[in-house]
């Protein structure tokens, strides 16, 4: 069964992955470090005053996702990198696509792990209720990191071989993730509040024909992309 | 073997401007003073064909980009990279005019409205691309990398349009023909065919540079293998 064998491709290279990541732990655990500093200051610029801190929440919660989750994506290839094995798993047999989703599933597991950090950091430090819809929240999250993981994965297979790579891979990606950072601020704002509006929905399909688009896209354009 | 532009390419590019300057002429001679912007309004003569020429630089991006996928001819890379650099221009040139013309009309530089914020993401797509372009050494590398980071960025704009047009909205409806009072129209067109002229002689110069360039990098490459 071909589609067996890839699903065990794609599931090798993300225990690969992972498994590195939990041995050394260093990159986890700097990454989210990190997430939490930009969050203590950026309440320390905006705050003292809770009011304004709940309000500015969603958004410094999404901004520290952004800037720590942009040195998850660039490390995922980096490590290959550096022992020269990129080349070795691409002359391995099978589609290239599997490369792709393998990377992608990683990063996944990877910075929703961090998100949580982040969340549940946010949750305390800025002084956040849990809303009843907490559920619909949760989707909304899911929803934006499936849309940051699947461009940030795309952009890192390209800017981590280039030189500059730090400042690549935001200068690329930052750009393409406003309508996700739109969509999933707006929508968890609404969601915190009691959205009388029902402004939540729309941007709630937004983000799934983001993702849909993009996920598309970027199977198409990887194997395109990954040739060395 | 490189051929060098035939003199019918300068002799376009003279007509051109002289186009662009007689358009002007005409449209700042026959539009009269407006009820409420006054003689503010003869910045739409150069503000709105710019736009639209920098859109239609992004939609030659998008087709060279695809083109060159399919069918990997290094010349396609090249109009592609001409073009993004001829749209991040008139992308840059739109902002300006628009706040040169927001200042006294509006009262501000700017407004996070969804044209103006659309189009400045759509501009820092431009420069990711050619920032891109510059960071890669390898020809076919660089050009398979950015024809998929020009292609997404053009599949990203009408979602980064309609996501910050949700998010909120202030704009004026846009100035076409059908908006306006006839007395501006034909300004309006003219110009717009003097521009039009004017980026179709600035992709095809930028083009001409590129190819020119290409073949001494592939001259010293021969020569540095030994070859002549």
Known sequence: ?228 | MYQPPPRASALFGGIAFIAVIAAQAFAIMTSPAEGDMGHLQKIMYVHVPAAWMAFISFFVVLVFSILYMVRKRENDDLIAASAAEVGAVFTGLTLALGMIWGRPAWGVWWVWDARLTSTLVLFLIFVGYLALRSFVDDQSQRARWSAAVGAFGAINVPIVYMSVKWWRTLHQPPSSPDTLDPAYTMGLRLNAIALLLVTIYFIRKRYEIARLERATEHLAESVAMGGK
Not at chain 1, 151 to 164: D, H, I, N
């Open chain 1, 1 to 228: 069964m071909a589609w067996k064998d890839d699903w065990r491709r794609v599931r090798a290279i993300a225990r690969k992955d992972l498994t590195t990541e939990l041995r050394a732990k260093a990159g986890f655990n700097g990454v989210a470090s990190l997430a939490v500093t930009i969050l203590i200051l950026l309440g320390l610029a905006l705050g003292p005053d809770g009011e304004a801190l709940r309000n500015a929440a969603v958004g410094a919660v999404w901004l520290a996702t952004l800037f720590s989750g942009v040195l998850a994506f660039n490390r995922s290839f980096q490590v290959e990198l550096e022992s020269g094995a990129l080349e070795p798993l691409l002359l391995y047999p099978g589609p290239r696509w599997t490369i792709f989703a393998g990377k992608l599933l990683g990063n996944l597991v990877f910075v929703s792990l961090m998100v949580a950090v982040v969340m549940i950091v946010g949750i305390v430090l800025y002084g956040i209720t849990i809303p009843d819809r907490w559920p619909t929240l949760l989707g909304v999250t899911a929803l934006g990191v499936v849309g940051l993981v699947v461009l940030g994965t795309f952009y890192a297979s390209m800017a981590s071989r280039s030189r500059a790579r730090e400042v690549l891979l935001p200068l690329l990606l930052f750009p393409m993730l406003v309508p996700v950072l739109l969509a999933a601020t707006t929508a968890s704002k609404a969601l915190l509040g009691a959205d009388l509006m029902h402004e939540s929905g729309a941007w709630i399909r937004l983000l799934i024909g983001y993702d849909i688009v993009f996920l598309i896209a970027t199977f198409i354009a990887f194997e395109h992309v990954i040739e060395a």
